[in-house]
């Protein structure tokens, strides 16, 4: 993502209010999640959604949600410490 064209603005909004970070674990977690918070673009996201609601593009669009499993075990791993977890 360091190499993305795009990365300087996202990390720029991203440092402007403070991060919740959450791990989730369920059945069918993340298809799931991403049915809660909608498309990543904001602007197609249907009302009753978190990003149709409260988000205002593609890059600003409120809150991220692993796309998939693999994702998500490598996402955890970034942002939370071992010890941060529990099953």
Do not use: W
């Amino acid at each position: 993502i360091l190499s993305l064209p795009v990365f300087p603005k996202l990390a720029t909004y991203m440092q402007s209010r403070p991060v919740i970070a959450l791990a989730l674990k369920g059945d069918n977690c993340v298809a799931r999640v991403r049915e809660l918070v909608g498309p990543t673009d904001s602007k197609r996201a249907q009302k009753g959604t978190i990003r149709g609601d409260l988000g205002e593009d593609g890059m600003r669009n409120i809150v991220h949600a692993s796309d998939s499993t693999q994702s998500a075990a490598t996402e955890l791993k970034r942002f939370f410490g071992t010890n941060e977890l529990f099953a």
